[in-house]
């Protein structure tokens, strides 16, 4: 079975020119299939902002209204996403931008509302990469915005985490899928500041428990064990190993 490497960047690199730029030459570098999933929160922020759209959070996740589902739209699939396709064709990559709408990539439901209201935020039901795979025969390299829709004429904002284990499990049946969380930090790390080179389900436990895993980084763990159980053959985080 071929080998793909999907690389998931987080928003930071993609918002660093200098980090960005040395992201966009070691995904060039990167031989055979390979795809790219990005995120871009801080930049939807920024835009937010400047359009004078209200920004609301909840322990980390962004409140999407139908204003801020237009910012989101705009930025997530047309500044960063086009932004990225065009600088990996001046690398040589025939890069191609999609989000979850595009080829019917990725169908969501829309979040109940619960003690929290996301608003127009996705989770994933069903992820469909045969054409995706077919583009990929051909040459082009996806690179894949944190956005998709609910079949019924609405986008829906999704987080990017999510995106990448979906599209990499999907892929597991066509590709032998090493899933890469790629960000600004060195991986995950320990109470001492030292890093973690490998963690599997009981460990993450253990971490979780213990305070020195928290926040962001307890769905992107989730995420990636959950990745290994359906096929994924290896994930990393940061230089962290998660088997």
Not at 40 to 50: N, P, Q, Y
Not at 160 to 177: F, H, K, S
């Amino acid at each position: 079975m071929e080998s793909l490497r999907l690389i998931k960047a987080g928003g930071a690199l993609i918002e660093d020119p200098e980090a960005c730029s040395a992201l966009l030459d070691s995904f060039a570098a990167i031989q055979g299939p390979k795809v790219l999933v990005h995120g871009g929160g801080r930049s939807a922020t920024a835009f937010a902002a400047r359009l004078g759209v209200p920004v609301k959070m909840v322990e980390g996740r962004r409140i999407t209204d139908s204003a801020m589902l237009e910012v989101v739209t705009m930025v997530y699939g047309g500044l960063v996403n086009k932004n990225l396709v065009a600088s990996l064709q001046a690398r040589g990559v025939n890069a191609v931008g999609f989000t979850g709408a595009d080829l019917g990539l990725i169908l969501c439901d829309r979040r109940p509302a619960g003690e929290v209201d996301y608003g127009f935020v996705g989770d994933v039901r069903k992820v469909d990469v045969s054409l995706l795979s077919l583009l990929m025969d051909k040459g082009a390299v996806p690179v894949i915005a944190p956005l998709s829709h609910d079949g019924k004429g609405s986008m829906l904002n999704v987080n990017a985490d999510t995106i990448a284990a979906e599209v990499a499990e999907a892929l597991a049946a066509c590709y032998r899928v090493s899933l890469e969380y790629r960000f600004e930090k060195r991986g995950v790390l320990a109470a001492d500041g030292s890093l973690i080179s490998e963690i599997d389900s009981a460990s993450f436990q253990a971490l979780k428990s213990s305070g020195t895993v928290s926040g962001g980084m307890l769905p992107k763990i989730k995420n990636a064990l959950d990745a290994l159980g359906r096929g994924v053959s290896e994930v990393y985080i940061g230089e962290t190993l998660i088997h």
